[in-house]
């Protein structure tokens, strides 16, 4: 699975939109990306997935770039209660297992 | 309907110790992974149970950790002669099924200290 590189932090103030950045510009054409948060001291839960076209569902937009090298989390109304850390991952459609490859994610700090 | 959830919450234990850890998928669910979270990481993967055998144990450290889902459920996580460096939070997901296309549910994870 190709690796992605994300900032270590981010601010956003509450109500406003936040945009997570995730680079991924290893990534082949069998692989889609995923995007995870963990709250503290909870599991992670999963967010939002894509393969090319944008997404939107409840939570969170995705926006994948043409070139599908990067993509940007979008939480349109943040809330303090969307601090977390949140991972994007890249995973192959034909990933025997589903394994998910996390790494240090990017740590969102709503602010009032 | 009931998530995952696994037991104990905390685990505090000397070195050399063996230690169990449980996770209970959510009911229905096939794929099972073990996950290891570091201070300051994201989680690592361990091992992946697909029914009841282990699929991919590639992610395990070493012998001392062993896992089993005997029925196809519930899941044990085993760590014999457990050392400092394991102390991490042990977190579990379940899957309906391993395809990429399945999200994976997590439980809240157990805090493994070891002294």
């Known amino acids: 699975d190709a690796k992605t590189t994300q900032p270590p932090s981010m601010d956003c103030a509450e109500g406003r939109a936040a945009n997570l950045p995730c680079n991924h510009s290893?990534?082949?054409?069998?692989?889609?990306v995923y995007w995870y948060r963990q709250i503290h001291s909870q599991g992670p839960q999963y967010i939002i997935h894509?393969?090319?076209n944008n997404e939107t569902n409840e939570m969170a937009s995705l926006i994948i770039t043409e070139d599908r090298k990067s993509s940007t989390l979008i939480l349109p109304h943040a809330t303090l209660r969307d601090t977390a850390v949140y991972y994007c991952?890249?995973?192959?459609?034909?990933?025997?297992?589903?394994?998910?490859?996390f790494g240090q994610g990017t740590e969102l700090s709503v602010k009032p | 309907g009931a998530g995952v959830s696994q037991t104990p919450s905390n685990k505090v234990t000397e070195k050399g110790k063996y230690v169990e850890l449980r996770c209970d998928p959510i009911?229905?669910?096939?794929?099972l992974y073990w996950y290891r979270q570091s201070l300051g990481q994201g989680p690592e993967f361990l091992i992946y149970?697909?029914?009841?055998?282990?699929?991919?144990d590639s992610g395990l450290p070493n012998d001392r950790f062993f896992a089993v889902r005997p029925e196809g459920s519930v899941s044990t996580l085993k760590i014999q002669r457990t050392e400092r460096g394991d102390s991490a939070v042990y977190l579990c997901?379940?899957?309906?099924?391993?395809?990429?296309?399945?999200?994976?549910?997590f439980g809240p994870g157990t805090r493994l200290t070891v002294l």
């Open positions: 290893t990534i082949s054409g069998n692989e889609y």
């Open positions: 009911s229905g669910h096939t794929a």
């Open positions: 149970f697909q029914g009841t055998g282990a699929a991919d």
């Open positions: 997901a379940s899957s309906p099924g391993p395809s990429t296309y399945n999200e994976q549910f």
């Open positions: 894509g393969l090319k």
């Open positions: 991952i890249v995973r192959a459609i034909y990933n025997q297992g589903g394994k998910l490859i």
